[in-house]
Nanobody, 122 residues
Framework: QVQTVESGGGSVQAGGSLRLSCAAS????????MAWFRQDPGKERVGVAR?????????YYADSVKGRFTISGDLAKNTVYLQMDSLKVEESGIYYC??????????????WGQGTQVTVSS
């Protein structure tokens, strides 16, 4: 059964940090490109960062998070992480991860997890 479980969200003040985790089961993060998305209420999910763990240093970031967010993967745990530093209020939302078509933000399927809520206050 393909499943993705996100965790690590919470409430922080602007400038703070959070580390999100994405535990995958039923598929390997080694053979899939993985991406983190943020969804604001009433809006579509927006790609934040993606990684292809099979290729060293194969990461891509949305311009707005470059230099502040870091995506990484732990193959032994089949888990993808998103370290978020210097958080901004506008980066509040529900964060999801999913396997995507490499080089794009296109999800491989519609099997989304429950996401994890991030709230950044001023």
């Amino acid at each position: 059964q393909v499943q993705t479980v996100e965790s690590g969200g919470g409430s922080v003040q602007a400038g703070g940090s959070l580390r999100l985790s994405c535990a995958a089961s039923g598929y390997s993060i080694r053979t899939n490109c993985m991406a983190w998305f943020r969804q604001d209420p009433g809006k579509e999910r927006v790609g934040v960062a993606r990684i292809y763990t099979a290729v060293p240093n194969s990461t891509y970031y949305a311009d707005s998070v470059k230099g502040r967010f870091t995506i990484s993967g732990d193959l032994a745990k089949n888990t993808v992480y998103l370290q978020m530093d210097s958080l901004k209020v506008e980066e509040s939302g529900i964060y999801y991860c999913a396997p995507v078509t490499c080089g794009t933000w296109q999800p491989m399927n519609n099997d989304w997890g429950q996401g994890t809520q991030v709230t950044v206050s001023s």
